[in-house]
């Protein structure tokens, strides 16, 4: 069986992050808790740094929508694996730049639930909540990640959970 160099990758970080954050307690729904916020002391100085370093870029950028701040965060030749953008900074600040700035919170809202380092890849994950499709008065958690790999202090790859979306009517 042959493994591609991302299957390694996901599997050596799922590896890290269960030996070094607890998994989180049940709560009210035991088939689907919520994920309790989770970061890793073990990280070193320099993976906590390239932690706050995604962060800000996903503060700044992705969530206040400063495209012009994604060049102190993405080398000009990133990789991107999501099916739906094309790899490079200009052609991210091309698909991220249709929404209008808006002020750059002092913290990530949401702030992702698991977050970690470990070597040149910082892991998010996300928490979502949603209406359960076969009875709607009840709602379920859900999680999405995403993993950057960091070199020179910049992302010069990223990962994440997203599938190929669906053409646009009159696309």
Do not use: C
């Not at 997203?162 to 696309?171: E, F, M, R, S, W």
């Amino acid at each position: 069986m042959k493994l591609s160099k991302f299957s390694l990758i996901a599997g050596a970080l799922t590896l890290a992050a269960f030996a070094a954050i607890p998994l989180p307690a049940a709560d009210d729904d035991p088939t689907h808790p919520a994920t309790k916020v989770q970061t890793s002391d073990a990280m070193t100085g320099a993976e906590k740094k390239e932690v706050r370093t995604a962060e800000d870029f996903w503060r700044e950028v992705i969530q206040a929508h400063h495209v012009d701040l994604a060049k102190k965060y993405l080398t000009a030749d990133f990789a991107e694996h999501n099916p739906n953008m094309e790899s490079g900074l200009v052609n991210f600040q091309k698909a991220m730049g249709t929404q209008p700035p808006k002020a750059i919170a002092k913290t990530l809202d949401p702030a992702p639930v698991v977050s970690f380092a470990r070597g040149d890849y910082v892991v998010l994950v996300w928490q979502h909540q949603d209406k359960e499709p076969k009875d709607p008065s009840k709602m379920y958690y859900w999680n999405s990640f995403d993993v950057l790999k960091m070199q020179n202090g910049k992302i010069v790859e990223h990962w994440d959970s997203d599938y190929k979306n669906p053409p646009q009517a009159g696309k």
